[in-house]
């Protein structure tokens, strides 16, 4: 059976309404672990590091692979990745209980630190005609890179919506969530970036999650893809 993808570097985009939908695919080889992946694109400037992915979140429309397998590793570009998004399976572990105060969304639990990769973000604030990401991440020992190895998959949307699962290359691309993706910290998108438009706009957080060569989210210890938070973005 084909197993889950993982994630990249410049974050991903939640669905905003009246925003453009488009793609650009990045065909590019996964790694074996623990090593970095595979070869990347020529001439990919780190500052312009973007896919645009068709929006959906049609769960009922997802194909299923029929593996829970890492399907990343091994795999064509996303011209042969059809289909084989695995469906969010309960998570058998408890979380930790959320904060009275704080969404559940926005925190950064145990249960998403005990994964070899994890991301957390600490704040998400836009201004001086940029939003600018902090978070915290690990890479279990490898070097971050959106175009071989381990990076970060950001995203707006309001904690729940659109779902993280739609947020990578292993989504069909009918169904795929916009996003964009970085290896910086932290992490900065110009307001006059089409990315920003399309990817944050009005949402009112962004959330951030793992991925790996070839823009497919890694899965987390429960076959899902909770290897991150989300955060309120503040706007000045």
Partial sequence: ????????????????????????????AAPAEPGPPGSSPAGVRPARRWMMVGA???????????????????????EDRAGGVPPPV??????AAPSPTTPADELCTDEIKSNRRWVCL??????????????????????PDVNRGY????????????PDHLMGSH????????????????????????????VIGKAPKVCARIAIA????????????KTGNCWPITRS
């Fill in 122 to 143: 600490t704040s998400a604030v836009i201004a001086d005609g940029k939003l600018t990401l902090a978070y915290d991440v690990e890479y279990a020992g490898s070097k």
């Fill in 1 to 28: 059976g084909a197993p889950p993808l993982p994630p990249a570097t410049v974050s991903a985009v939640a669905s905003v309404p009246g925003s453009p939908s488009g793609e650009t695919t990045a065909s590019l």
């Fill in 56 to 78: 959906g979140i049609g769960l009922a429309a997802i194909l299923v692979a029929g593996g829970v397998a890492y399907a990343q590793y091994g795999r064509g570009g996303d």
């Fill in 151 to 162: 990076h970060v998959h950001f995203y707006g949307g309001d904690g729940k919506n659109p």
């Fill in 171 to 198: 989504a069909p691309k009918n169904l795929r969530g916009k996003y964009f993706y970085d290896d910086r910290r932290p992490s900065t998108l110009s307001l006059s970036d089409d990315l920003f438009t399309t």
């Fill in 90 to 95: 309960a998570s058998a572990s408890a979380s």
């Fill in 214 to 225: 070839g823009h497919g989210l890694v899965p987390d210890n429960n076959n899902m893809y």
